[in-house]
């Protein structure tokens, strides 16, 4: 019968699609806490995927219904929180988990809690186009390696950094299984992947640029019955369908004519694998929000890294390299001694120069002191001399003052003879008195006192 108007069939289709793609996926065992879907709402055309931020889990081979998975759920699992909980014709259920640990925990615990309650052949596993996507994000490709370094040396230069490396395989030719110069590295999570793309690989002296896996939004289709969302392996039909005609041949038996298109998927005129398809077009905007809802919020560093800089990429503790630091370390050295050599001498040339200088300053002082020390010395002795001569002038006053009393006193009481030889005989000390007044010359004080003298002595002249 043809399907009703108003999209039953269409509703019918979409609900054998969604079955074909839940039975289409495989089991995946994943370890607690190993994957992490970001929190915030994709930007999806579709209510059901902007609903849901974490992936949904498949849960099939179990004989309850809704009610009962609940109960089960409520009694074993009561800390974990689930958003909604639905169930298709086939008996398969799906469920969202509101958050990661609920996530991890019905992934990892719920298989065996429902192993002891009698489903012995139940099966929990992420859809094959979410897994897929999360397994992209820890692929990288490394391109022209040469082919001499095999695969165990590029994994122990990646252990070596500190990366955690699941898989490195170096690619082959489809035709005759040559080995390519492409590296395909699988890592254990993206960040890691992601640390690796930023700074490249670096095999002992040899650096090579990598390259993240590229999410593929191409819409998968089967080459048989020409739907959506399986392949060939996996389609139930086994009916080869036309892509120019839709009928049950194959291509190059298709006796239509050449200007005669007809899509089998939604009835347009074009080939059922032209991507002006409407459904292909649909499936494409579909994969593209699967990848934006799940696909990790860190993304790949584009920027080409620095090579030259030793903060990304340090030296390697090889044999090279030391024997490279140990000569430069030992050139600063010999640089340093040659430095500090020329310096001291440079210094002590320099210390004997400025000694000279101030040695013959010094002795310059010395000669002109003692210059001054002898002139001052000389102005000492005359002036003792000075003195000495006043000392010995006043001395003769006094002895011609004595003298001349002692003749007048002679004069008033005349002498014998005797007395007269006695009193000629003091007469020559004059000429003597005479000769050191012209002789000797002393300073303006010593003058004037010897004038006042003779001045004196003059009056007492006159007087006798």
Same mark, same amino acid.
């Given at each position: 019968?043809?399907?009703?108007?108003?999209?039953?069939?269409?509703?019918?289709?979409?609900?054998?699609?969604?079955?074909?793609?839940?039975?289409?996926?495989?089991?995946?065992?994943?370890?607690?806490?190993?994957?992490?879907?970001?929190?915030?709402?994709?930007?999806?055309?579709?209510?059901?995927?902007?609903?849901?931020?974490?992936?949904?889990?498949?849960?099939?081979?179990?004989?309850?219904?809704?009610?009962?998975?609940?109960?089960?759920?409520?009694?074993?699992?009561?800390?974990?929180?689930?958003?909604?909980?639905?169930?298709?014709?086939?008996?398969?259920?799906?469920?969202?988990?509101? &958050?990661?640990?609920?996530?991890?925990?019905?992934?990892?615990?719920?298989?065996?809690?429902?192993?002891?309650?009698?489903?012995?052949?139940?099966?929990?596993?992420?859809?094959?186009?979410?897994?897929?996507?999360?397994?992209?994000?820890?692929?990288?490709?490394?391109?022209?390696?040469?082919?001499?370094?095999?695969?165990?040396?590029?994994?122990?230069?990646?252990?070596?950094?500190?990366?955690?490396?699941?898989?490195?395989?170096?690619?082959?030719?489809?035709?005759?299984?040559?080995?390519?110069?492409?590296?395909?590295?699988?890592?254990? &999570?993206?960040?890691?992947?992601?640390?690796?793309?930023?700074?490249?690989?670096?095999?002992?002296?040899?650096?090579?640029?990598?390259?993240?896996?590229?999410?593929?939004?191409?819409?998968?289709?089967?080459?048989?019955?020409?739907?959506?969302?399986?392949?060939?392996?996996?389609?139930?039909?086994?009916?080869?369908?036309?892509?120019?005609?839709?009928?049950?041949?194959?291509?190059?038996?298709?006796?239509?004519?050449?200007?005669?298109?007809?899509?089998?998927?939604?009835?347009?005129?074009?080939?059922?694998?032209?991507?002006?398809?409407?459904?292909?077009?649909?499936?494409?905007?579909?994969?593209?929000?699967?990848?934006?809802?799940?696909?990790?919020?860190?993304?790949?560093?584009?920027?080409?890294?620095?090579?030259?800089?030793?903060?990304?990429?340090?030296?390697?503790?090889?044999?090279?390299?030391?024997?490279?630091?140990?000569?430069?370390?030992?050139?600063?050295?010999?640089?340093?001694?040659?430095?500090?050599?020329k310096m001291e001498k440079i210094i002590?040339?320099?210390?004997?120069?400025?000694?000279?200088?101030?040695?013959?300053?010094?002795?310059?002082?010395?000669?002109?002191?003692?210059?001054?020390?002898i002139a001052s010395t000389k102005d000492?002795?005359?002036?003792?001399?000075?003195?000495?001569?006043?000392?010995?002038?006043?001395?003769?006053?006094?002895?011609?003052?004595?003298?001349?009393? &002692?003749?007048?006193?002679?004069?008033?009481n005349p002498p014998t003879t005797t007395?007269?030889?006695?009193?000629?005989?003091?007469?020559?000390?004059?000429?003597?008195?005479?000769?050191?007044?012209?002789?000797?010359?002393?300073?303006?004080?010593?003058?004037?006192?010897?004038?006042?003298?003779?001045?004196?002595?003059?009056?007492?002249?006159?007087?006798?």
């Open positions: 019968m043809p399907p009703k108007k108003g999209g039953g069939g269409t509703k019918v289709r979409d609900r054998s699609r969604d079955l074909n793609k839940a039975r289409q996926s495989t089991p995946v065992i994943i370890g607690p806490q190993s994957i992490k879907y970001p929190t915030t709402q994709p930007t999806t055309t579709s209510a059901k995927q902007s609903k849901f931020s974490i992936a949904p889990l498949i849960l099939e081979g179990v004989k309850l219904n809704k009610l009962q998975l609940n109960d089960i759920l409520k009694q074993h699992l009561q800390e974990i929180r689930i958003s909604d909980i639905q169930l298709n014709r086939a008996g398969i259920f799906t469920l969202y988990a509101a &958050d990661v640990s609920s996530f991890n925990r019905l992934l990892n615990d719920f298989t065996s809690i429902l192993v002891a309650n009698g489903q012995s052949t139940a099966k929990i596993y992420v859809p094959r186009s979410i897994q897929r996507i999360k397994d992209t994000e820890k692929v990288a490709f490394v391109k022209r390696v040469d082919l001499e370094i095999p695969e165990n040396r590029i994994t122990d230069a990646l252990k070596d950094v500190g990366l955690k490396v699941e898989n490195v395989i170096r690619l082959t030719t489809r035709e005759r299984n040559n080995p390519t110069t492409t590296i395909k590295i699988t890592f254990n &999570d993206p960040d890691n992947r992601n640390t690796f793309v930023h700074t490249g690989l670096q095999v002992d002296s040899m650096h090579f640029n990598a390259e993240p896996a590229t999410q593929n939004v191409k819409p998968v289709q089967c080459f048989i019955c020409l739907k959506y969302n399986h392949v060939a392996k996996y389609c139930k039909t086994k009916q080869q369908a036309c892509s120019r005609c839709g009928d049950n041949h194959q291509l190059d038996k298709c006796s239509c004519p050449a200007d005669v298109l007809k899509c089998c998927n939604c009835q347009g005129n074009h080939l059922a694998t032209s991507q002006e398809c409407p459904q292909y077009q649909e499936q494409e905007k579909r994969m593209k929000s699967l990848v934006n809802q799940y696909s990790s919020t860190r993304k790949p560093t584009t920027v080409a890294p620095a090579i030259h800089c030793l903060d990304q990429f340090p030296l390697l503790p090889n044999s090279q390299h030391q024997q490279i630091g140990s000569l430069q370390n030992g050139i600063i050295e010999e640089l340093i001694n040659v430095l500090t050599s002590e040339e320099t210390s004997i120069r400025l000694f000279k200088t101030l040695n013959k300053k010094i002795q310059k002082i010395e000669k002109y002191l003692s210059s001054l020390e000492t002795d005359d002036s003792d001399s000075d003195d000495d001569n006043e000392t010995q002038i006043i001395t003769n006053k006094k002895n011609e003052k004595q003298q001349q009393k &002692d003749t007048t006193k002679q004069i008033k007395n007269n030889t006695t009193t000629k005989q003091p007469s020559k000390p004059k000429a003597t008195t005479k000769t050191t007044t012209k002789r000797i010359r002393s300073p303006n004080t010593s003058m004037e006192s010897l004038t006042t003298d003779i001045k004196d002595l003059k009056t007492n002249n006159n007087v006798d």
